[in-house]
């Protein structure tokens, strides 16, 4: 099998899940206009949790809704009790909250699920699939991490281009002020927008984690990489961001397999900036209309 064959499957295995968390931090500006930073630590958390009802007992689907709803609820509890405060302060405010919060989650793991190493279950096979003769390095694991994403990133363009419910989350993000007269509970959508963002990255962690061993600092570096293709492909496109994913993902593999892996962060810089002098709001971006 050619390498960049095996390269190719690596880069889209990884990419899926850059994919994911890039899918995460684009839902959350889409409704709320912040870039959560902590996203990646409540991720860890919600797997965390997930690994220990599996721990005492519970079968993978069910610590799977474990992880996915409490993903939901500590996003909208992040939201309320945390954010709602310093919502009308400088933007400024908000980042170094969620900042702080990546500090706290990652402080607090270890201190309630213990600071060793751990593995965590796959859903599926991680063997490589069979074709003919030959064994491919995509699993279906794989397949089903793929399969999640693109799910989750159609569900996010029916949510925010055909419901209601989706555009009161915009206009909320856009304009709290003309929303709250029109109508629209603005708080609300804006807890709503925490907790599906929360969701997703809780769907990332889930994802990754039987790929990299679970420590309290395991979404870091997906963090970054979903963060850079989310920005790649535009913070307000959810197909940018599983494209943007996607490119980090290979892009990343082929630079570390042919390479070496300490130029695969220094690929991704190069990607990064050559995409955004070409389109400054990346390549999915709606483009803002002139000014009359």
């Known amino acids: 099998m050619s390498r960049f064959f095996v390269l190719t499957l690596s880069g889209l295995t990884q990419g899926a899940i850059y994919a994911a968390m890039a899918l995460a931090l684009v839902m959350i500006w889409r ?25 005492h007992g519970a079968p993978y689907w069910v610590a799977f809704a474990v992880a996915i709803t409490s993903g939901l609820l500590l996003g909208a509890i992040i939201e309320r009790v945390l954010v709602r405060p310093v919502e009308s302060a400088p933007p400024l405010n908000v980042v170094i909250l969620t900042l702080g919060l990546l500090l706290f989650l990652e402080a607090l793991a270890p201190m309630a699920f213990g600071g060793q190493i751990r593995s965590f279950p796959p859903a599926f096979s991680i063997v490589g699939l069979h074709l003919g003769n030959s064994q491919v390095a995509f699993s279906p694991f794989d397949a089903f991490t793929l399969g999640a994403v693109l799910a989750v990133m ?12 989706g555009l009161r989350m915009r206009a909320s993000a856009f304009n709290p002020e003309v929303s709250g007269l029109l109508g629209i509970r603005v708080g609300r959508m804006l807890t709503l927008g925490w907790a599906l963002a929360s969701l997703v990255g809780a769907l990332a962690g889930v ?7 679970l420590y309290p600092t395991f979404m870091d570096d997906v963090l970054v990489f979903g963060f850079t293709g989310a ?11 599983v494209v943007g994913g996607l490119l980090m993902g290979f892009a990343l593999s082929y630079v570390g397999g042919y ?26 971006s709606l483009q803002r209309l002139r000014q009359v």
């Open 31 to 55: 409704a709320t206009k912040v870039i959560n930073f902590a996203q990646g630590a409540m991720a860890m958390f919600t797997t965390y949790l997930a690994l220990f009802a599996i721990d």
């Open 154 to 165: 159609v569900l996010l363009m029916l949510l925010f281009q055909k419901t209601n419910l």
């Open 259 to 284: 390479f070496g892996s300490d130029l695969e962060t220094v690929g991704a810089l190069v990607i990064l900036i050559a995409v955004l002098m070409v389109r400054p709001r990346g390549l999915f």
């Open 207 to 213: 994802l990754i984690a039987p790929s990299l061993l």
């Open 231 to 241: 920005v790649i492909g535009g913070l307000d496109s959810a197909v940018g961001a």
